[in-house]
């Protein structure tokens, strides 16, 4: 999730002066499967554009112009984190991809598969897709353009089931509801513009206290 102390002085040391261009290069890594997505430039314009929306925007060398990754796609880069090498003059950005990120169609540019060992990430990612993409015939779409109030609901019926088929000795419906029931808190999760690995984080920093 994009985080507003993006927004804070520190970035202001970014050396943009050390090429003839004032051009740095940006490292764009996906913050949950930890690939490299691919390399691209930015200006100080283009940096501030970055951190102000949250999403990744680059200069382009050949048309010497600023465009914002996904603009003619759909398939943005959201910002999770961004960090600074030791000499201040490369960028690492850490972001969520809303789909391929390749000009070729490809998930990186390096043609790798961009493919998280757990699940939960990846469905994750189709949940987002169904959001920002609603297909036809979605149950999933169809939930969000309901709006919150009914996907909040649903998350409590859900929750409820499970508790009823936790009273019984059935493994396989109990197993079904607790699926349910975590598909739909996904679901609640993008709703409410949150990622999994935020409440990843408020339970890793629970297990230090």
């Known amino acids: 999730m994009f985080r507003s102390e993006f927004n804070s002085d520190e970035f202001m040391k970014i050396d943009f002066e050390k090429s003839a261009d004032k051009l740095i290069p940006a490292i764009i890594q996906d913050a949950q499967t ?3 997505l691919m390399l691209g430039y930015m200006n100080r314009e283009a ?7 949250g999403k990744v925007t680059f200069f382009s060398r050949s048309r010497r112009k600023l ?13 999770a984190d961004i960090a600074t090498d030791c000499d201040a003059d490369t960028i690492l950005i850490k972001a969520i991809p809303a789909g391929a990120v390749c000009h070729t169609g490809a998930d990186t540019c390096f043609g790798e598969v961009n493919e998280n060992e757990n699940f939960l990430y990846e469905l994750e990612k189709v949940i987002r897709a169904r959001k920002e993409n609603p297909p036809e015939n979605s149950y ?43 598909f739909h808190f ?5 709703a409410k513009n949150i990622e999994l690995s935020d409440i990843l984080e408020v339970l890793k920093q629970r297990r230090k206290t």
Do not use: C, M, P, Y
């Open 47 to 53: 940096f501030e554009l970055t951190r102000e929306s």
């Open 34 to 36: 930890q690939k490299v």
């Open 186 to 190: 996904l679901i609640l999760l993008r």
């Open 67 to 79: 465009w914002t990754k996904g603009e003619t796609s759909g398939n943005f880069l959201t910002v």
């Open 140 to 182: 999933t779409s169809k939930l969000f353009d309901r709006g919150l109030n009914k996907i909040a609901q649903k998350v409590g019926e859900e929750a409820v089931e499970l508790v009823i088929e936790a009273k019984d000795e059935n493994a396989e419906l109990f197993k079904g509801e607790a699926a349910d029931l975590l």
